[in-house]
Protein backbone atom coordinates (compact mmCIF):
# COMPACT_ATOMS: atom_id res chain seq x y z
CA UNK A 1 0.00 0.00 0.00
CA UNK A 2 2.71 2.44 0.38
CA UNK A 3 4.25 1.82 -2.48
CA UNK A 4 0.38 2.77 -4.45
CA UNK A 5 0.79 5.79 -2.24
CA UNK A 6 3.98 7.22 -2.59
CA UNK A 7 3.67 6.15 -6.52
CA UNK A 8 0.10 7.98 -6.50
CA UNK A 9 1.73 11.03 -4.65
CA UNK A 10 4.35 11.24 -7.89
CA UNK A 11 1.69 11.18 -10.46
CA UNK A 12 0.33 14.40 -9.61
CA UNK A 13 3.10 16.40 -9.57
CA UNK A 14 3.49 16.35 -13.40
CA UNK A 15 2.40 19.77 -14.85
CA UNK A 16 4.43 23.08 -14.72
CA UNK A 17 2.82 25.71 -12.30
CA UNK A 18 3.25 29.59 -13.05
CA UNK A 19 5.82 31.40 -11.88
CA UNK A 20 4.80 33.78 -8.32
CA UNK A 21 6.65 35.80 -5.94
CA UNK A 22 6.88 34.88 -2.22
CA UNK A 23 4.78 36.32 -0.03
CA UNK A 24 7.24 36.03 2.69
CA UNK A 25 10.77 34.84 2.84
CA UNK A 26 11.34 31.80 4.82
CA UNK A 27 14.60 32.50 6.84
CA UNK A 28 15.56 29.00 7.63
CA UNK A 29 15.03 25.96 6.12
CA UNK A 30 13.02 24.15 9.09
CA UNK A 31 10.61 27.29 8.71
CA UNK A 32 9.88 27.29 5.08
CA UNK A 33 9.34 23.09 5.12
CA UNK A 34 7.17 23.89 8.09
CA UNK A 35 5.05 26.67 6.20
CA UNK A 36 4.72 24.31 2.89
CA UNK A 37 3.41 21.71 5.16
CA UNK A 38 1.01 23.71 6.68
CA UNK A 39 -0.57 25.00 2.85
CA UNK A 40 -0.36 21.09 1.63
CA UNK A 41 -3.03 20.52 4.33
CA UNK A 42 -5.12 23.42 3.70
CA UNK A 43 -5.14 22.22 -0.12
CA UNK A 44 -3.23 26.33 -0.43
CA UNK A 45 0.10 25.08 -2.63
CA UNK A 46 -1.29 26.67 -5.56
CA UNK A 47 -1.30 30.17 -3.93
CA UNK A 48 1.03 32.77 -4.45
CA UNK A 49 2.38 32.26 -1.39
CA UNK A 50 2.64 28.36 -2.24
CA UNK A 51 3.59 28.84 -5.55
CA UNK A 52 6.70 31.34 -3.60
CA UNK A 53 7.83 28.12 -1.99
CA UNK A 54 8.74 26.33 -4.79
CA UNK A 55 11.35 26.23 -7.00
CA UNK A 56 13.66 23.71 -9.26
CA UNK A 57 11.10 20.24 -9.59
CA UNK A 58 9.28 21.59 -7.15
CA UNK A 59 7.96 24.36 -8.92
CA UNK A 60 6.24 21.38 -11.25
CA UNK A 61 3.31 20.35 -8.77
CA UNK A 62 0.47 21.60 -10.23
CA UNK A 63 -1.70 20.55 -7.20
CA UNK A 64 -3.31 22.20 -4.11
CA UNK A 65 -2.17 19.48 -1.80
CA UNK A 66 -0.30 16.70 -3.05
CA UNK A 67 -1.43 13.86 -0.43
CA UNK A 68 -2.20 13.52 3.27
CA UNK A 69 1.18 15.30 5.15
CA UNK A 70 1.35 15.87 8.61
CA UNK A 71 1.69 19.80 9.72
CA UNK A 72 5.46 19.22 10.61
CA UNK A 73 8.60 18.00 9.51
CA UNK A 74 10.11 14.72 11.63
CA UNK A 75 13.75 15.21 11.03
CA UNK A 76 15.83 17.49 8.98
CA UNK A 77 19.22 17.38 8.02
CA UNK A 78 21.53 20.34 6.36
CA UNK A 79 23.42 19.10 3.48
CA UNK A 80 25.94 22.61 3.15
CA UNK A 81 24.87 26.10 4.17
CA UNK A 82 22.14 26.31 0.90
CA UNK A 83 20.75 22.92 0.89
CA UNK A 84 19.40 20.91 3.53
CA UNK A 85 16.46 18.02 3.62
CA UNK A 86 13.39 17.14 5.58
CA UNK A 87 12.07 13.98 7.10
CA UNK A 88 8.13 13.44 6.85
CA UNK A 89 6.48 10.36 8.12
CA UNK A 90 3.15 10.15 5.94
CA UNK A 91 0.61 8.15 7.48
CA UNK A 92 -1.74 7.93 4.62
CA UNK A 93 -5.39 6.36 5.58
CA UNK A 94 -5.70 2.43 5.44
CA UNK A 95 -2.13 2.65 3.97
CA UNK A 96 1.75 1.52 5.69
CA UNK A 97 3.68 4.60 6.76
CA UNK A 98 5.93 6.61 4.53
CA UNK A 99 9.18 8.27 4.79
CA UNK A 100 9.02 11.19 2.37
CA UNK A 101 12.51 13.66 2.00
CA UNK A 102 11.82 16.99 1.11
CA UNK A 103 14.92 18.55 -0.24
CA UNK A 104 15.14 22.60 0.09
CA UNK A 105 17.67 25.02 -1.41
CA UNK A 106 18.40 28.88 -0.38
CA UNK A 107 17.50 31.77 -2.95
CA UNK A 108 17.29 35.11 -3.11
CA UNK A 109 13.38 34.25 -1.98
CA UNK A 110 14.96 32.88 0.81
CA UNK A 111 14.64 29.00 1.71
CA UNK A 112 12.12 27.02 -0.69
CA UNK A 113 11.06 23.57 -1.61
CA UNK A 114 13.06 22.36 -4.36
CA UNK A 115 12.24 18.39 -4.67
CA UNK A 116 11.39 15.47 -3.11
CA UNK A 117 12.41 11.98 -2.98
CA UNK A 118 11.00 8.44 -1.28
CA UNK A 119 12.19 5.20 -1.39
CA UNK A 120 11.31 3.36 -4.52
CA UNK A 121 9.66 -0.19 -4.14
CA UNK A 122 7.34 -2.21 -5.95
CA UNK A 123 4.23 -2.92 -4.80
CA UNK A 124 4.89 -7.06 -5.18
CA UNK A 125 7.34 -6.25 -2.09
CA UNK A 126 4.41 -5.32 -0.10
CA UNK A 127 1.59 -8.13 -1.80
CA UNK A 128 4.70 -10.54 -0.48
CA UNK A 129 4.87 -9.81 2.55
CA UNK A 130 1.08 -10.04 3.17
CA UNK A 131 1.18 -13.38 1.89
CA UNK A 132 3.80 -14.30 3.60
CA UNK A 133 2.18 -13.38 7.03
CA UNK A 134 -1.06 -15.63 5.98
CA UNK A 135 0.51 -18.61 5.14
CA UNK A 136 0.13 -20.84 7.90
CA UNK A 137 2.78 -23.51 7.46
CA UNK A 138 5.88 -20.78 7.08
CA UNK A 139 9.19 -22.70 6.96
CA UNK A 140 12.56 -20.92 7.88
CA UNK A 141 13.29 -19.84 4.73
CA UNK A 142 9.98 -18.12 4.32
CA UNK A 143 10.28 -16.43 8.21
CA UNK A 144 13.64 -15.55 6.94
CA UNK A 145 12.31 -13.60 3.80
CA UNK A 146 9.77 -12.11 6.14
CA UNK A 147 11.91 -10.44 8.97
CA UNK A 148 13.92 -9.14 6.03
CA UNK A 149 11.53 -7.84 3.98
CA UNK A 150 9.46 -6.12 6.85
CA UNK A 151 13.23 -4.12 7.83
CA UNK A 152 13.32 -2.77 4.05
CA UNK A 153 10.14 -1.46 4.44
CA UNK A 154 9.99 -0.01 7.93
CA UNK A 155 9.98 3.93 8.27
CA UNK A 156 13.36 5.36 9.31
CA UNK A 157 12.29 5.88 12.94
CA UNK A 158 11.54 1.89 13.58
CA UNK A 159 14.97 1.13 11.85
CA UNK A 160 16.29 3.88 14.35
CA UNK A 161 15.09 1.94 17.16
CA UNK A 162 16.12 -1.42 15.82
CA UNK A 163 19.53 -0.38 15.10
CA UNK A 164 19.52 0.32 19.15
CA UNK A 165 18.58 -2.89 20.20
CA UNK A 166 20.77 -4.77 18.31
CA UNK A 167 23.91 -2.60 18.64
CA UNK A 168 26.01 -5.17 20.08
CA UNK A 169 25.13 -7.46 17.57
CA UNK A 170 25.64 -5.68 14.54
CA UNK A 171 29.12 -4.39 16.31
CA UNK A 172 30.07 -8.02 16.22
CA UNK A 173 29.17 -8.46 12.94
CA UNK A 174 31.36 -5.86 11.75
CA UNK A 175 33.90 -6.97 13.76
CA UNK A 176 33.70 -10.59 12.28
CA UNK A 177 33.95 -9.38 8.63
CA UNK A 178 36.66 -6.76 9.30
CA UNK A 179 38.94 -10.10 10.56
CA UNK A 180 38.32 -11.84 7.08
CA UNK A 181 41.64 -11.93 5.08
CA UNK A 182 42.47 -9.03 3.34
CA UNK A 183 40.93 -8.15 -0.31
CA UNK A 184 37.39 -10.29 0.69
CA UNK A 185 34.72 -9.24 -1.66
CA UNK A 186 31.13 -8.82 -0.16
CA UNK A 187 29.73 -11.45 1.84
CA UNK A 188 26.00 -12.19 1.40
CA UNK A 189 24.02 -13.89 3.97
CA UNK A 190 24.14 -17.32 1.72
CA UNK A 191 27.76 -17.39 0.95
CA UNK A 192 29.59 -20.40 2.09
CA UNK A 193 32.96 -18.68 2.32
CA UNK A 194 32.68 -17.22 5.57
CA UNK A 195 30.57 -19.06 7.58
CA UNK A 196 30.53 -16.84 11.20
CA UNK A 197 29.65 -13.50 8.82
CA UNK A 198 26.84 -15.61 6.93
CA UNK A 199 25.17 -16.69 10.34
CA UNK A 200 25.59 -13.72 11.63
CA UNK A 201 24.19 -11.58 8.73
CA UNK A 202 20.84 -14.43 8.73
CA UNK A 203 20.65 -14.09 12.62
CA UNK A 204 20.06 -9.89 12.00
CA UNK A 205 17.98 -10.33 8.88
CA UNK A 206 20.72 -8.58 6.34
CA UNK A 207 21.73 -9.20 2.74
CA UNK A 208 25.29 -8.71 2.64
CA UNK A 209 28.10 -6.80 4.01
CA UNK A 210 30.70 -5.40 1.95
CA UNK A 211 33.94 -2.67 1.94
CA UNK A 212 32.85 0.11 -0.52
CA UNK A 213 34.83 3.21 -0.92
CA UNK A 214 36.29 2.84 2.40
CA UNK A 215 32.95 2.65 4.17
CA UNK A 216 31.30 -0.59 5.81
CA UNK A 217 28.18 -1.48 4.41
CA UNK A 218 25.68 -3.31 5.76
CA UNK A 219 22.91 -3.42 3.00
CA UNK A 220 19.37 -4.38 4.56
CA UNK A 221 18.06 -4.82 1.43
CA UNK A 222 16.05 -3.04 -1.57
CA UNK A 223 15.47 -3.51 -5.51
CA UNK A 224 18.27 -2.50 -7.78
CA UNK A 225 19.77 0.96 -6.45
CA UNK A 226 16.66 1.70 -4.54
CA UNK A 227 18.44 0.18 -1.30
CA UNK A 228 18.33 0.67 2.51
CA UNK A 229 21.39 -0.34 4.93
CA UNK A 230 23.66 1.05 7.30
CA UNK A 231 27.35 2.08 7.06
CA UNK A 232 30.28 2.61 9.51
CA UNK A 233 32.72 5.44 8.56
CA UNK A 234 34.19 8.41 9.59
CA UNK A 235 33.06 10.48 6.22
CA UNK A 236 29.56 9.46 4.96
CA UNK A 237 28.23 10.44 1.55
CA UNK A 238 26.67 13.56 0.46
CA UNK A 239 22.95 13.56 0.33
CA UNK A 240 21.49 14.19 -3.02
CA UNK A 241 18.15 13.60 -4.58
CA UNK A 242 19.94 11.70 -7.12
CA UNK A 243 22.01 8.63 -5.34
CA UNK A 244 21.92 8.82 -1.25
CA UNK A 245 18.70 10.21 -0.43
CA UNK A 246 19.09 9.96 3.35
CA UNK A 247 21.81 9.70 5.52
CA UNK A 248 21.10 9.42 9.12
CA UNK A 249 23.46 9.25 12.09
CA UNK A 250 22.80 6.91 14.34
CA UNK A 251 25.77 6.60 16.72
CA UNK A 252 29.43 7.18 16.87
CA UNK A 253 30.05 6.94 13.50
CA UNK A 254 26.72 4.13 12.33
CA UNK A 255 24.51 6.07 9.42
CA UNK A 256 21.19 4.84 8.09
CA UNK A 257 21.27 5.73 4.25
CA UNK A 258 18.74 5.32 1.70
CA UNK A 259 19.45 5.03 -2.21
CA UNK A 260 17.80 6.01 -5.11
Known amino acids: MRARWAGAAFGLLIAVADGATA ?11 DRFLSLNVTGQLQSAE ?68 TLALPQFIF ?5 LEARPDRTSEDDAMLENLRLITRPDAELHRWFDEHRAAIEAL ?8 AGSGPVREDDEGAPQVSAALRSLHLSQISRQEGRLVLLIGGMLDNSVGL ?4 SPPSISTTEYIWVEPLAEGWFLFKTT
Open 127 to 131: TLIAQ
Open 231 to 234: MRTA
Open 50 to 117: GRGLRIGEASAWDVPSIGPLPNRHDRLLVIDDRTAVARIEARPPDSDPVDLYFYLRQSEQGWQVSAMR
Open 23 to 33: LAQQPNPSDAV
Open 174 to 181: AEAYEELP
